[in-house]
């Protein structure tokens, strides 16, 4: 299942020559404690963020009970055209092929809370190494560790917002 829009006016839309500068120099996180922060631009299609989305609920779930959220601050909304294989030039634009988002430097892709810092650390090493560019791994400066813990006879909640 790959991320796509709800309502989009044009499916062919011309690409945008995006600044890819920094958006913003302050590293704060907004929902949690420890983030991804950025430091080169990226270009991340609807198939990408999904294998990320799915690595990080499966990397939730199987380690101990505490309600863990992630937050992706990335959605895919720009289309993709791509011609078929060995088709001449003109004729106009291509088919839809996906969906993909372009993501400035300086931006915190990811957010993690409820993570003591040692796992935090280990998933943002493991998303920095599938994304393939510079990042930077920032908490909250007053960050102190609260587990929640569930009775081993209570059934499981992962809750994630994507």
Do not use: C
């Not at 996180?29 to 991804?36: E, V, W």
């Amino acid at each position: 299942m790959n991320l796509k829009p709800k309502n989009f006016h044009y499916k062919r839309k011309q690409k945008q020559r995006s600044r890819l500068l920094y958006k913003n120099n302050v590293k704060t996180l907004i929902f949690g404690n420890f983030g991804l922060f950025l430091l080169s631009p990226i270009q991340l299609t609807s198939n990408q963020i999904f294998r990320f989305k799915l690595f990080l609920k499966r990397s939730f779930k199987k380690i101990d009970r505490t309600r863990r959220f992630a937050w992706f601050n990335a959605f895919p909304h720009l289309p993709l055209t791509r011609k078929p294989k060995g088709v001449r030039m003109g004729k106009g634009k291509g088919k839809l092929e996906s969906w993909f988002t372009n993501i400035a430097a300086g931006v915190i892709l990811i957010e993690f809370q409820n993570l003591r810092k040692g796992r935090a650390f280990y998933f943002s090493k493991q998303m920095t190494s599938k994304l393939g560019t510079s990042t930077t791994f920032i908490k909250t400066p007053d960050f102190k560790y609260m587990s929640y813990p569930i009775s081993s006879r209570r059934k499981f909640f992962f809750t994630n917002f994507w």
